[in-house]
């Protein structure tokens, strides 16, 4: 069905509540799940609390995943990407 799941983050509470929709639809799908950041032109998105954030949402994320008793979520494949137009695609 879907092979890939896009889930956008702002770092507001609000936009994380995408999160347990998009493990479960992963886990029925078997869909890699790719967490995005996108900055502003004029913010950096190399910058370490961008960075920090998506890093730590990620890893929540996996950790989610990793402890669930069901097999099919400690199979999917969870990354993250800073957008920006000044460095393009920055992913982890």
């Known amino acids: 069905m879907y092979k890939k799941i896009l889930v ?3 770092g ?3 936009a994380e509540k995408a999160l347990p929709y998009a493990i479960e639809t992963a886990s029925q799908s078997g869909a890699e799940i790719t967490l995005l950041n996108v900055r502003m032109p004029s913010e950096n998105p190399a910058d370490p609390d961008h960075q920090a ?3 730590g949402t990620r890893d929540k994320t996996r950790s ?3 402890s669930s008793t069901e ?3 400690k199979k999917i494949k969870v990354e993250s990407a800073i ?3 000044e460095t393009g ?3 982890h």
């Open 53 to 55: 954030y998506l890093g």
């Open 64 to 66: 989610e995943l990793d």
């Open 89 to 91: 695609i920055k992913s």
């Open 71 to 73: 097999p099919s979520k």
């Open 83 to 85: 957008v920006g137009d």
């Open 8 to 10: 956008p983050l702002d």
């Open 12 to 14: 507001s509470e609000l």
